[in-house]
């Protein structure tokens, strides 16, 4: 087995510990020791929750540092923060921060407009959104440890990520016809 | 790799879904249409009262295929966040087309 491959087995491995569970955007400490009560497996560090990023427009970028640091330290649950699609320095800022996991995220300004990071050149692991299979395969290649259908961020509005979409996930057999 | 999940029927990561889930039966909906778990942005602390949506989220996130908890964990909530319908959304403002 090549060190590539046994890093990945790894990482994918440690995804799995989160199956079943949920896992919430916060933006304060506050916020992330109320998720962690209620008995998310994981919190997403982030300034702004994809309804208010809707709101604001502009460019999303990753979170300040210091305010995903100041979630790290109020819970003993993972924590994640998202990196801009293809920014893979943001990526590197993350992993050196010492997050859990890195969410290349859609929800944020996308940093390139060909490329995606390559997710074998870290030891975190990372989930990566998708739309349909082909996406997703491609996310696994480039490394991703988990992946997450996307619907539509901050619309509070299930018709895309449920009825459109998880009937036919990449977990069903629908896929294979 | 594309071998391995036609014959298995699943990726080969954990799967989960995000994007829209706003209630305990949103989650639970999700979950049974297969997802290994939900990603919640801003359904939880946009809604009146996030630490029981929070906790009522988790629950129905366990316990997605029995009604009576769901209807339990549903009472008493306050309003969730409010939302937008696909229709009231231009394609350029759409996040899920980021990314290929």
């Known amino acids: 087995m090549t060190v ?4 990945w087995a790894t990482k994918k491995g440690l995804a799995q510990m989160l199956k079943g569970g949920v896992i919430m955007d916060v933006v304060t400490a506050d916020q992330a020791k109320i998720a962690e009560d209620a008995g998310a497996v994981a919190v997403m560090a982030l300034e702004r929750v994809p309804s208010d990023i809707r709101a604001m427009g502009g460019v999303a970028r990753m979170s300040d540092p210091a305010m995903i640091e100041a979630i790290m330290n109020a819970v003993t649950i993972p924590v994640m923060a998202k990196a801009r699609i293809g920014h893979f320095v943001e990526a590197q800022i993350l992993e050196a921060l010492g997050v859990d996991y890195i969410d290349e995220s859609e929800v944020l300004t996308p940093a390139d407009e060909a490329h995606h990071i390559d997710k074998h050149a870290f030891k975190v692991p990372f989930v990566c959104g998708c739309r349909n299979l082909g996406e997703a395969i491609r996310r696994i290649n480039e490394g991703a440890a988990m992946m997450r259908t996307k619907g539509e961020a901050g619309t509070g509005n299930v018709v895309e990520a449920g009825t459109r979409w998880c009937g036919r996930s990449p977990g069903t057999v629908a896929y294979r016809s | 790799m594309v071998r391995q999940i036609a014959r298995d029927g699943r990726l080969p990561v954990v799967n ?3 994007g829209g889930i706003s209630t305990p039966a949103d989650a639970a909906l999700v979950m049974q249409l297969g997802a290994e778990g939900v990603f919640v942005g801003s359904g939880i ?11 009522a989220i988790v629950q129905a996130t366990t316990h997605f295929d029995d009604a009576k908890i769901l209807a339990e964990v549903s009472k008493g909530l306050g309003a969730p966040m409010r939302g937008i319908a696909m229709e009231q959304l231009a394609e350029s403002d759409r996040l899920a087309v980021r990314g290929w």
């Open chain 1, 4 to 7: 590539e491959t046994s890093t």
């Open chain 2, 16 to 18: 989960f879904v995000a």
């Open chain 2, 45 to 55: 602390f946009k809604s009146e009262d996030p630490a029981r949506m929070a906790n």
